[in-house]
Every structure is written in C-alpha cells, then in structure tokens.
C-alpha cells in the first residue's frame, strides 16, 4: 500500500499534576469509572442511568456510530468486484427492400468488473473508514461522558437552588422578627420611626431574591429535562422533592497525566481522526499510479434469425461469453493529483496538531478542576466557620438592642452580613460538589456505562428496523468493536 503508515503522534505529556490536597496519586479503578456514586444519592444515580436511556443528544451520536459501521461495510466490498448485474434485453429489428427480414433478439447476462487493488487505493479506503467508525465509537463515549457531568451538574444547582431558597427564606423570618421587635419598641416611644423603616426596607430587599432564586431554579430544572429527555413538566417527580447538596469526598484520585491518553474519549477520538485522514494519504497517492481492471459477461442470445428461435435462449448453443482487462495510467493531469495529495497531506497535519492540542486541553482541564475543588472546599470551611460567627452576631445584636445597648444599625448589619455569608455557604458548598463533577469529567470518567448497554435504544433501532432492512447489524455485536476503546489507537 503506497501512503504513510500511522503512528500515533508524539504529545507533551506532563509527569504528574500540579500539587494538591486533593489530589491522591493513584490508579484509577472502577469505582472512579461510575464517580457519580461517590455522592451516595440515589436520586442522583437514577437520573444518571436515564439520562444515558433517554438523552437524544446521545442517541444521536448512537446513530452515527451505525452510519459509520455501514460506511465502513460498504468500503469493505469494494475489494470485490465492484460492477456486478444482470442484464437483459429484448429488440425487434425490421428491414426494408430489396428483401424486407423481420427479426427478434434477446439476451441474458451476467456481467462484472473489477479494479485491482494493486497500490491499496481500496485497503487504504477501508484503513480510514475502520478508523472513522472506531472514532464514531469513541465519539460517542466524549458525548456520553458530558451527559452524565452535565446531568450530575444540573442535579447539584437545583439542589443549590433550593438550599439558597431555603436560606433565604430562613433569614425573611428571621427579619420579620426583627420588624416586629422595631415596630413594638416604635409603639412604646422607645426607638424612632427611623428603625421600622430600616427593618422594612431590608425585609423587602430579603424578600425581592426569592423569586431571583425560584427563577435559578426553574431554569437549572428545565436544563435537567433536556439532558433526560423529558419534558419540563415532568422534572419534579423525577427529584422527588426537595433534598440537599450531594456532599463531597475529601479528595479526589486522579491517577497521572498519561492516563488521559487512554481514557478521555476526545483524545481517542482526536487520534482515530488523524488515523483516518493518513489513510487517505495513500488513496491520493494511489490515484496517481495506473489502474488495472478485469470484466467479463456471460449469458445466453438468441434470434429468430436462420433456424433459431426465442425458446433456444437458454441452450448451451447459445450461450455467449466476453472477457477483458484494461489499464488506466492518468498522464497530463497538470498538477490535479499531486495537489490532491498536499490537500490530504495538510488536512493529515491539521489533524496532529489537533490531537496535540486535544492532549494539551485535556491536562488544562484538570488542572483546573482540581483547583476549583481545592480551593472552593478550602474557602467552603472559612465560610462555614464565618456563617456560624454571623448567626451568633445577629442573635446577640437583637438581644442588646432589646435591652437598649446597641442602635437598629448594628442589627441591620449583622442581618445583612448573615444573610449574605449563608447564601454564600450554599453557592459554595454547590461549588465544591461541581469542581469534583468537572475534575472527573476532565478525566474523561463515566462512558464505562456504555459496556452495560447499547448506543441507541430499543426504540430507536425497532424504528430504524421498520424502515430500513439493517440486517444483523443493529445487533451489539455488530456495530460495537470487540476491543476496549481504550486499545484503540
């Protein structure tokens, strides 16, 4: 076969991650594969299984890996011949004077031809298509991994929604309280109107985030029914009512960079992509060399002509036969050829680079998540210690304005500050929870769930069935590689 043979591409790899506490250097194992089961929420889990059934996003890269699978199969028959038919014809033929013949011919034939794959134009086309449907697959598993980060990170802002609700709405009551305590001291002549209108104006402003917070968490709902495929409408049962904040492991094991060139399924996808566009290198390549064909026909004719007839069509006697070969060597193409190699050569070198690239992204976004988990469950346990200091400080200002020792100012500070460090507690305790669902999802966790099932689901394939004869090929074994993605190249 003319054309490079592929390799994978060299990649700067680095040899460990930067430092952190969270990070445990070890291996990754089959627990971190299902991560989202870290959290220990079974609601969380169901909606992760249905999002893998019911995501059209993913069904739709389902559906490519079997368009990819019939390209591949239809390559593969190109290496038999590629013209086969029967053929058939009937004429009636009339003459005129001197001697006027009338006469009928017919025919049957069988005929073919086949180009020899001398040069691998053929191999090298099939080459590509294999590494095209191995990295439809793979394709598949990148999409498959952000269904279920993007579930899991839907599910923790409704959780931060309602956390947010629930401690805005703590913090309403809690102002209410402190309105009715200025409004009886106002009443008794002990303070000024000055302090009723405080308490009001902060219980108002209090109030005005609710329906801010119910809108977050209307939205981050509906993003949820996308990602599983259902309809808004049908969300809430779903959670199953309010709940809390899945709570996060204390760390995270993240293995080693060179991990990432096995198990993210971009970076595989990235590298069966340049796989595929080297092949067909070697089929521009071949386009340059001659071509060398064989045909041939056989069948039956016969004619009314002499002492034949029609019925003699399928005698022995009239059995006919063609046999050839030929040769095309394309000359005087002015460059056209040679440039349809550079085309390919550089869309090949595009391809590395992007597979470099990929790697280079990969690493980025792991470091990354390791750091917002770091650092957000670092400033989670400042806050959490500053939350409870500002509950306490409410608590005391309202009891010493009571007793008349501190102004309104001091209670309408320690309200605002509480309910501003609580809220923050909330996004933040959420925050840590989705620096880990990104810190997984850069490690490219979670499409193990793929060997537990299909691409596309029963549904999809019954309707495809109906339409379509697919043959075996909607069976898993036909349109799913034996081998571990993770061999791939």
């Known amino acids: 076969m003319v054309g490079p043979n592929y390799s994978t591409p060299k990649s700067d790899v680095a040899p460990k991650w930067m430092p952190s506490a969270a990070v445990e250097e070890k291996p990754l194992n089959a627990v971190d594969a299902h991560w989202w089961k870290l959290f220990s929420d079974p609601v969380l889990d169901s909606l992760v299984e249905s999002a893998y059934r019911n995501n059209l996003s993913l069904q739709i890269a389902g559906a490519r890996v079997l368009q990819a699978r019939a390209q591949l199969n239809q390559s593969i028959g190109n290496l038999f011949p590629q013209q086969q038919g029967l053929s058939g014809a009937v004429n009636y033929q009339r003459s005129g004077a001197p001697i006027t013949l009338n006469s009928w011919n017919d025919n049957l034939l069988f005929a073919a031809s086949w180009e020899i794959d001398v040069w691998g134009k053929i191999r090298r086309s099939i080459e590509s298509d294999r590494a095209a449907y191995i990295g439809s697959v793979a394709s598949y598993d990148d999409a498959l991994?952000?269904?279920?980060?993007?579930?899991?990170?839907?599910?923790?802002?409704?959780?931060t929604a309602e956390e947010r609700l629930r401690v805005a709405a703590r913090n309403v009551d809690i102002q209410k309280e402190s309105l009715r305590v200025a409004s009886v001291q106002f009443r008794y002549g002990e303070v000024s109107e000055l302090d009723v209108k405080q308490a009001a104006t902060l219980l108002a402003q209090t109030e005005a985030q609710i329906p801010t917070l119910r809108n977050t968490l209307r939205q981050a709902k509906d993003a949820l029914g996308l990602l599983l495929g259902i309809t808004p409408d049908a969300v809430d049962a779903?959670?199953?009512?309010?709940?809390?904040?899945?709570?996060?492991?204390?760390?995270?094991?993240?293995?080693?960079?060179?991990?990432?060139?096995?198990?993210?399924?971009?970076?595989?996808?990235?590298?069966?992509?340049?796989a595929s566009q080297s092949a067909l290198i070697g089929v521009a390549v071949a386009q340059m060399y001659p071509s060398f064909s064989l045909a041939g026909a056989f069948g039956f004719s016969s004619s009314t002509l002499g002492p034949s007839s029609l019925a003699d069509?399928?005698?022995?006697?009239?059995?006919?036969?063609q046999l050839g070969a030929s040769f095309f060597f394309p000359i005087f193409n002015y460059g056209r050829l040679v440039n349809q190699v550079r085309v390919?050569?550089?869309?090949?070198?595009?391809?590395?680079?992007?597979?470099?690239?990929?790697?280079?992204?990969?690493?980025?976004?792991?470091?990354?998540?390791?750091?917002?988990f770091s650092t957000a469950g670092e400033a989670l346990g400042h806050l959490e210690s500053a939350a409870e200091s500002a509950r306490r400080t409410t608590s005391l200002s309202m009891l010493q304005y009571k007793a008349g020792e501190v102004g309104f100012t001091t209670v309408i500070t320690s309200e605002q500050s509480q309910l501003a460090i609580e809220d923050s507690v909330a996004s933040t305790r959420g925050g840590v929870v989705l620096g880990l669902i990104s810190v997984y999802r850069a490690l490219g966790g979670g499409w193990e769930i793929?060997?537990?099932?299909?691409?596309?689901?029963?549904?999809?394939?019954?309707?495809?069935?109906?339409?379509?004869?697919?043959?075996?090929?909607?069976?898993?074994?036909?349109?799913?590689?034996?081998?571990?993605?993770?061999?791939?190249?």
């Open 313 to 321: 069509m399928f005698t022995w006697q009239t059995r006919a036969a």
């Open 344 to 372: 390919q050569d550089a869309a090949f070198q595009a391809a590395i680079l992007n597979y470099q690239n990929t790697v280079l992204t990969a690493q980025q976004e792991v470091e990354d998540g390791l750091s917002a």
């Open 145 to 159: 991994v952000t269904v279920i980060a993007d579930t899991a990170s839907a599910y923790v802002n409704v959780r």
């Open 238 to 274: 779903r959670l199953g009512g309010e709940g809390d904040i899945p709570a996060a492991p204390g760390n995270v094991a993240a293995g080693i960079p060179q991990d990432l060139l096995r198990r993210r399924p971009d970076v595989r996808a990235a590298g069966l992509q340049a």
């Open 450 to 489: 793929r060997e537990e099932g299909d691409v596309v689901s029963d549904e999809v394939k019954a309707e495809m069935e109906r339409r379509t004869n697919w043959g075996r090929m909607l069976e898993v074994a036909q349109h799913i590689p034996k081998a571990s993605p993770e061999e791939a190249p």
